[in-house]
């Protein structure tokens, strides 16, 4: 399995100075889509009814990413470290907006998930790259003992400074957009979020052309590797929610919000050479993109399916 998956490596992705101005412009122009739909008055609730909201984002930022390196240690023998490290990369990411839309298929607190789909993308230019960066590092120092391989550093301040432009700032936007144009921006955002999933389909489909074969050839790795990874994101969320005693109902919120995140978000920013130079990676961390990519379609299938269970079984009274 795991010389297979070294095969991944050898997809390269290549788009040059023209190509990535349009990918960072998609990449903008996602983030500020996603700012529309947050609303300021959503941090103030969360001080209302701290409770729900403090522990998702705490299973979110500490708890996904934790559960996540250890996977990535049990697995180590099978898997490649690029492999690893997007596995890593993707629980760092924030919760993607189709949570929210799942959350209410499953009968659970849409507000909960909106919240914190709202703090996890706003303040996903930190903590995307100090998650990525702490426990990539433990990895990296983790498998050059038991894999001799080369060791991997992992910049956090080029990384940091490169997301906080390129996220920060189309948030910021958004952000100023949507509470001084509130009418302008009813309209235009779910014309928006539409545009960018497009454009972000695209994006994928030109990219991986030209590595058809190699992704073929290994995806039935990929799918086990990323349905695992993603039941046990599912799971952190349901029971760290029952074991801090929160109802059903949030419960529900939290096992999708945990397990639905913007993977979307990490393989654009792995398209950008700004943020993974080549010359510090090697150009050859293809494991890493078609784990993000992949995670990207499963999450979506995974998430539609677990709603399907929560709605079969009725909440209890009490909730």
């Not at 995140?261 to 078609?290: C, D, K, R, T, V």
């Amino acid at each position: 399995m795991k010389e297979q998956l070294e095969a991944l490596n050898g997809v390269i992705i290549n788009f040059g100075s023209g190509g990535m101005t349009i990918v960072n412009f998609i990449l903008a122009f996602v983030m500020f889509g996603v700012a529309l739909g947050i609303k300021t008055k959503t941090f103030k609730e969360v001080f209302t009814n701290p409770k729900s909201v403090t522990i998702g984002i705490l299973l979110q930022w500490i708890g996904l990413p934790v559960i996540t390196f250890l996977i990535t240690l049990i697995l180590n023998p099978f898997i490649t470290p690029m492999v690893a490290l997007g596995m890593i990369l993707v629980a760092s990411c924030p919760g993607g907006n189709i949570s929210n839309f799942i959350s209410s298929l499953s009968k659970g607190n849409v507000e909960l998930s909106v919240s914190m789909t709202a703090i996890t993308t706003a303040f996903a230019p930190v903590i995307t790259p100090l998650n990525f960066w702490l426990w990539g590092t433990l990895y990296s120092q983790f498998a050059i003992v038991h894999n001799d391989i080369p060791m991997l550093v992992i910049p956090f301040m080029p990384m940091l400074e490169q997301i906080l432009l390129l996220l920060g700032l189309p948030i910021i936007l958004g952000l100023i957009f949507a509470k001084y144009f509130p009418n302008a921006t009813k309209k235009i955002t779910k014309p928006a979020q539409v545009i960018s999933i497009l454009l972000f389909i695209g994006m994928v489909i030109v990219s991986f052309s030209q590595n058809f074969q190699i992704i073929v050839d290994n995806i039935f790795y990929i799918f086990f590797i990323v349905l695992l990874h993603n039941a046990c994101a599912l799971a952190t969320g349901y029971y760290g929610g029952r074991l801090a005693h929160l109802p059903i109902k949030d419960c529900r919120s939290l096992t999708v919000e945990i397990g639905i995140q913007n993977s979307g978000l990490g393989l654009i920013l792995l398209f950008n050479p700004a943020i993974f130079p080549p010359e510090i990676w090697g150009g050859h961390y293809g494991g890493m993109m078609i784990v993000t990519a992949w995670w990207g379609i499963w999450h979506i299938i995974s998430g539609l399916t677990i709603a399907y269970l929560f709605r079969r079984k009725p909440l209890p009274l009490n909730v």
